[in-house]
């Protein structure tokens, strides 16, 4: 995050303010790691020359003010070297990339070395018959987006932090974002803790032959390896172009062009126009829709949307806009992505990204806004209608709200058997609450395996895991 945002500031929010006890979220004390050395830097020095920093001012823009040092990696290979040293150490690691998160993932604890992945950003490979793209972990999500643009693909996912997130903290997390119904991720290599590279990277969408081992490392937040390398098969595109039905009849009416489906309440539209002057280009409503719809044949993309307009007018459709030209596309999405930048001007904001059963996707922002009542200034719900919904409170900042919201909104999630991340992972703000989205064996299952990938525990310590395995 840039300086002044969520990274820095939940290490301070969450640390219990002046309630006697400290909160779930609060940083648990530092393990026995070592202590970086000046043999240490030196050793990153000599094979990184000119990419370890430990100058205050510079790791500032990483908004990691209390870390020692960090490492820019620029290959494989000198990554194996690092995880190899610190393993041998017993120094901690926190592997990091574009930074963009709203959990703590990303960034230290106590005195970690960063791993950082932003030189590892090119493109391995691209096979333009399957459309499988190859590329490492640092690449820019907005990069390689217009990388398969040029060549009449698409990326089969979009996020509002698509211009500074990188790829492999997209995996990291198992991130969607804005267009996740076309996702693929067929491949990944990473390195574990203790140095050795696990290459499973190839271009075959099938291969059954014993354990799919990257569905170990796809949401793991850092904790068992880094991931270093990754396979995604991107659809090709010629040309992109009542709540629940409106989103059940798409499935069925839009079929294979269907790509995404995003919505936002009456009180986003509101606060995008009070802070950020972004006009609603249709009728004041209690909800609002933007549909996406990929295919590779217009003239039948374009008969299958009509007929569908056609079938929502004459039923839950009150209003609406179509946009086939890209300024009039990018201004109908920009309401989308910056819901969250016009919430940061209404005041502090608390962020959740929850996912639900379909049918309880905005119950939750309801019973949020009566169980608040005029504490907070806005309560928001919006996000990916099937997949997530984010839900967003605005409060003139004072710490006792947090704890009328935490744990009332991951009890309610459980209760409803949703998961109380859909995005950003667990990180350090949710560790200690996995236990409402996973059965106590799971999270057990988890511990072993965190034990068996990385002994000494050095990757990414303090995040993911409960304080009671660790």
């Known amino acids: 995050p840039r300086p002044g945002s969520c990274g820095v500031r939940c290490r301070e929010l969450h640390a219990g303010g002046e309630r006697p006890t400290p909160s779930p979220a609060a940083a648990p004390e530092r393990r026995p790691f070592s202590r970086v050395t000046p043999e240490d830097l030196a050793f990153f020095s000599k094979i990184i020359p000119d990419r370890t920093i430990t100058d205050p001012d510079i790791l500032e823009a990483s908004n990691v003010d209390w870390l020692k040092s960090a490492v820019y990696l620029c290959s494989n290979v000198v990554l194996c070297f690092s995880c190899r040293y610190c393993n041998s ?11 963009t998160g709203l959990v703590g993932g990303s960034v230290p604890v106590y005195d970690e070395i960063i791993l950082s992945t932003a030189l590892m950003n090119n493109v391995l490979n691209f096979d333009s018959v399957s459309g499988i ?26 996020l509002g932090a698509k211009g500074s997130c990188h790829i492999g903290g997209n995996v990291a997390t198992n991130a969607g974002g ?7 991720v067929c491949i990944c290599g990473k390195v574990l803790a203790d140095g050795r590279a696990l290459d499973c990277l190839a271009t075959l969408r099938k291969d059954n032959t014993g354990y799919d081992l990257k569905q170990l490392f796809i949401g793991s937040e850092g904790t068992l390896g880094v991931i270093t390398t990754v396979t995604i098969l991107g ?7 009542q709540l629940l039905q409106t989103f059940q009849r798409c499935r069925g009416m839009l079929g294979e ?12 539209m509101r606060l995008l126009n009070t802070h950020l002057k ?41 209003d609406g806009t179509v946009a086939t030209e890209e300024a009039k596309i990018k201004a109908l999405w920009s309401l989308r992505e910056r819901v969250t930048e016009a919430l940061t001007h209404d005041g502090f904001t608390y962020k959740y990204d929850i996912s639900l059963p379909i049918e309880r996707i905005y119950q939750l922002v309801t019973d949020m806004r009566e169980h608040l009542g005029d504490r907070a200034k806005s309560v928001v719900g919006y996000g990916h209608v099937g997949k997530t919904v984010c839900l967003c409170v605005s409060v003139s900042f004072y710490p006792d709200l947090l704890a009328s919201i935490e744990p009332f909104v991951y009890e309610w999630t459980a209760r409803f058997q949703g998961s109380i991340s859909a995005e950003h992972g667990l990180g350090l703000k949710k560790r200690n609450y996995i236990y409402y989205s996973k059965a106590s064996l799971a999270v057990a299952l988890m511990g072993n395996i965190k034990t068996m990938l990385d002994p000494k525990g050095i990757l990414n310590p303090y995040k993911t895991l409960p304080d009671d395995l660790q």
């Open 89 to 99: 150490r017993n120094l901690a690691v926190s592997p990091q990339g574009g930074n």
């Open 133 to 158: 793209l190859s590329y490492q972990t640092g690449c820019v999500l907005e990069s390689l987006s217009l990388y398969l643009e040029d060549r009449n693909y698409i990326m089969p996912l979009d």
């Open 178 to 184: 804005l267009r996740l119904l076309l996702l693929c």
């Open 235 to 241: 659809p090709r595109c010629e040309s992109f172009e």
């Open 257 to 268: 062009i269907f790509s995404a489906f995003e919505f936002l309440d009456r009180e986003c």
């Open 278 to 318: 972004l006009a609603n280009p249709i009728t004041d409503c209690p909800f609002y829709v933007v549909i996406e719809t990929s295919g590779s044949n217009p003239t039948h993309d374009e008969e299958k949307l009509h007929q569908f307009l056609e079938a929502m007018t004459s039923s839950q459709l009150i």
